[in-house]
């Protein structure tokens, strides 16, 4: 994937995201970091068309996908979004099945090989036994395997990932980045907005770090994340060290900027 000067301005003139570039190869699992409102959800639904970018381009496989429609569009890019806003009692199965609707052509009705994806599917993620539930009678911890797991059965080249594991216990945060990072293998790159940053410097190849709608720095979150990188984007004073795995861990200290109330 390659971002190519995209920018985005909201209809009250917000200026979301300012002129960004960057190239992902596939194969990669890509943490997106930064502070609240610094752009990222807007990066993300500008890549997946949700979002029409002001400026700028994004290609997949060397093809722009802005003059793509939404069902081409939906073959290339999987979405797992932060909020999951109505389920309308849909099932488990029923909402793994969404996955394959963009390959739907003329018929409005899965195929057989379809019903079979996502048994399979399930089966990967273990959720089989949940399949006739109905999404809003999961916990926080199934419901986002399910969405993973949609997401997934849609075979795109690129899974955007956003807040993932925000009400998830740290069982359950791990899950979710195993199976993150066991997808990445199948020569999909995986961007995921995530604000626990110790969790995204042990599982991501590579972090792109966000402030006030811009990159300020990306690479190997081993090298990337340090103290001053902290103190500058989240204006917080850390500790960054590494335990005796050699993993990264960040523990904040205290706000170091100005309030503003
Ligand atoms: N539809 C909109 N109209 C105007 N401004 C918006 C709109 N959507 C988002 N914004 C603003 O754009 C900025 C970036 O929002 P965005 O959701 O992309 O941030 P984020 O980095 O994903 O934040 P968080 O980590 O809190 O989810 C914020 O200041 C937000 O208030």
Redesign the pocket.
Known sequence: MEVRHLDKK???G?H?DKDISFTLPSGLLVGLI?P????????MRCINKMHQPTGGDILIDGESVLPKTPAEVARLVSNVP?EMTASFGLTVFETVMLGRYPYLQNMWWETEEDESMVEETLRKFGILHLQDRPLNMLSSGERQRVLIAKAYVQNPRLMLVD?PTSHLDMKYKLDVMEYLRAMVKQDMTILV?E?DISLMARYCDRCIIMKKGEIVAMGDPKKVITEELIRDVYEVEASVGTDKDGEIYVLPKRFVGEYHL
């Open positions: 909201y209809d009250n917000f979301a930064g609240n409102g610094c752009g990222k959800t807007t990066m932060a807040e907005a604000h």
